[in-house]
Structure formats: structure tokens, C-alpha cells
């Protein structure tokens, strides 16, 4: 065996100061551990949530402010996304409930936002996500509540009918389809995947697969199972559920919106809330009595305050044909003088009003 040459001196050199720095690393980190251990021992004594999105939102906001580069801020938040993971698993053993399978896109969502250093349990319905949280089998949830795409996710809206449980965070995902299969493209006979997931495919399943059959299936897991063990068969879904079933991707990014993102919320009790971080959201679900105008002057008053509406969605309440709630998304903190007003104002209009929660507003995709 030839003996490998001895690396350029400068080489050498750089890497010398790159072990030195790591032990120097290893050194803060293993402090600032122990320092979230004894975090840990007090929120314990006083009860106060181990998981604080406002405090999390600081610290992200602070990496930015004392980022010098070349690492972008993202790449930043990467990093201390999994330092703070380990941390909260330091603190108190931390449970997420999320819906679907590990490799759907609530669990790559749930694991992108927590990290790995938090333990998970995959439910198959929303409805029973809540039911987890409530019963405290899972100190927070994790499910979609709109598509870009597609619109609202109803179960999430229904849910909320049945709960107390409040939203604590807010997170987007870019939907990024694959298709999957352990044959060549030209050999598929079937495709497994989600009706949504079909609909946001449409046009390139025409140009690309004209006339294979299109199998519904109650998730993108669930299809990549079955299509790891059919021959000719494929299956629509992201990259983990790829890995996870040892499927060779053989399109990437076959989803017809180039822009297509899903929010998903994290949900838990009233007493784990956030508090203001001065960019936030407030969501909130409301009736109204049955007459003309009724909608018309209980938006009014965040009309006239300059209160953004950005998402207004009608369901119906379950407890008489033909009435409706209404929930909306407004920016800001219910906190905040001129929404606590407005909502106020509100209240002297609905029959039924309640605050499902404020939460730091969601900038941009955990997988940008």
C-alpha cells in the first residue's frame, strides 16, 4: 500500500485549529447542558412548560443578529434546532403525538421543529392526536391544519369543536412529491398515494404515466409499503418514506405547484401558551347570531383597529342545522391593546367566542 503524502503544511495547519476548536466546543456545549439540566430542575419545581416557543423564538432571533457568517442563518438554526432538542430532552423526557406514520409529512414536520432528541408517537387521525394531548399520553401535538394548495384541513378545524387544547406554534413545510418504485419508470403498472396527493400531481401523472392506475390509499407510508413489496407498483411521497422502505426515488419533485406548503400547528394546553415575541398570530373561532349584518359588524371592529385578517374559514357548529363558526387568523398577539379591544368589541356580537391561541408567526418553511 503507497503511503499517503503528507497534507500542505497550511492544510495541516487548518485542521490542527479545527480540532482545538471542537474540544473548545464540546467544552461550551457540555456547559450550556448543564445549564439546561438546572432549567430543567426548576420548571419542574414551578410547573412551567419545558417547550417555550417565544423563548425559542428569541434565541433564533439573536443567532441572526450575531451571525458573521459564511454560515447562513438557517444553517444556524439547524444546528441549535438540535442543540435545543437535546436540551429539552435534558430538561424533562418531552413526547410529541403527531398523525401519520414516520416518513409522512407531519412527522418529518414534527421532527424538523423538535429534533431528534425528543421521543414521538404516530397516531393514524387527527381527532386522536388531541385526545392524546388532552389525556396527557403526549405533552404536545403536531397535525396540518391548511394546504396551499388545497385549503383547510377540516379534521384540524372539527377538532378543535371537541377541545380545550390550544395552538402553542405554527410551522410550514414545501410539499415536495417523489415518485418511488423498485422497478424502472417504464415498467410501472400502478401508483399508490393520497387523493390530495394525486390532485397536486395531476399533470405531470398525465404527461409522465398516461394510463396507469391511480390506487387511493389512506397515506404516503402506507402506499411506499405497499409499493416495496408489489412488483410493478410505485408510490407519491417525500424522501423519508423512501428511505424507510428502501425505494429508489425515480422523479423528484413531480408536484405540479412548484410552491406548494402546508402549515401544521403544534397544539397543547392553555398554560403552556406563548407569550409575545412582537411577530406573532392569533387564531380564533367564533359564532354569530342569526341575522342579517351579523358577520359584517363582528369584523368590523379589526377593520377599523387595522387588524390583518389572513385566514377566514366557516365550518358548522354540530349543535343546530345551519349555524356556523367561523375561525380566523389575524397578526399580532391577543395580548396586544388594540386586538384585545377589537376581540372585545367582538365578543358584544358573537354567540360563542374563544381565543384558540397566539403563537410566533411562522416566516418561512423548516425545509427552505
Known amino acids: 500500500m503507497a503511503t499517503p503524502e503528507p497534507l500542505p503544511s497550511d492544510l495541516a495547519a487548518c485542521r490542527t485549529q479545527i480540532d482545538a476548536i471542537d474540544q473548545e466546543l464540546i467544552r461550551l456545549l457540555s456547559r450550556r447542558a448543564e445549564l439546561a439540566r438546572q432549567i430543567g430542575t426548576a420548571k419542574a419545581t414551578t410547573g412551567a412548560p419545558v417547550f417555550v416557543p417565544h423563548r425559542e423564538q428569541q434565541v433564533f432571533d439573536r443567532l441572526a443578529s450575531l451571525n458573521p457568517g459564511p454560515l447562513p442563518d438557517r444553517a444556524l438554526q439547524a444546528i441549535w434546532r438540535e442543540i435545543m432538542s437535546a436540551s429539552l430532552a435534558l430538561e424533562q423526557p418531552l413526547r410529541i403525538c403527531h398523525f401519520g406514520q414516520p416518513g409522512a409529512f407531519t412527522h418529518l414536520a414534527a421532527t424538523l421543529k423538535f429534533g431528534d432528541s425528543v421521543a414521538y408517537t404516530s397516531v393514524e387521525d387527527i381527532a386522536t392526536v388531541f385526545a392524546e394531548v388532552e389525556r396527557g399520553h403526549a405533552d404536545y401535538g403536531v397535525v396540518p391544519i391548511e394546504n396551499s394548495t388545497d385549503g383547510t384541513i377540516t379534521d384540524t378545524i372539527d377538532a378543535f369543536l371537541a377541545t380545550h387544547l390550544r395552538i402553542i ?23 399508490y398515494s393520497k387523493h390530495t396527493v ?25 402506499g411506499a409499503e405497499r409499493a416495496a413489496t408489489e ?55 367564533f359564532g354569530v347570531q342569526d341575522r342579517p349584518g351579523a358577520l359584517y359588524d363582528a369584523l368590523v371592529p379589526f377593520h ?9 374559514e366557516s365550518r358548522p357548529s354540530r349543535r343546530r342545522p345551519w349555524e356556523y363558526l367561523f375561525f380566523i387568523d389575524l397578526i399580532g398577539h391577543h395580548s396586544g391593546d388594540a386586538i384585545k379591544a377589537a376581540v372585545a368589541e367582538l365578543g358584544k356580537h358573537a354567540s360563542t367566542l374563544e381565543i384558540l391561541g397566539s403563537y410566533p408567526r411562522a416566516e418561512r418553511a423548516l425545509n427552505d
Open 169 to 191: 406554534n405554527e410551522l410550514h413545510l414545501k410539499i415536495r412529491h417523489h415518485l418511488m418504485a423498485g422497478c424502472p419508470r417504464d415498467q410501472i403498472k400502478r401508483v
Open 198 to 222: 394525486f390532485g397536486q400531481c395531476r399533470a405531470w401523472l398525465a404527461a409522465n404515466l398516461p394510463g396507469r392506475e391511480l390506487i387511493e390509499i389512506v397515506s404516503t407510508t402506507k
Open 231 to 285: 412488483a410493478g407498483a410505485a408510490a407519491i411521497g417525500n424522501e423519508q418514506a423512501a428511505k424507510a422502505f428502501g425505494l429508489p426515488v425515480v422523479a423528484s419533485d413531480i408536484q405540479d405547484n412548484p410552491n406548494n406548503m402546508t402549515r401544521f400547528v403544534v397544539i397543547g394546553p392553555a398554560s403552556r401558551a406563548a407569550q409575545p415575541t412582537g411577530n406573532d398570530k392569533t387564531s380564533l373561532m
Open 304 to 312: 377599523r383597529a387595522g387588524i390583518n385578517l389572513s385566514r377566514i
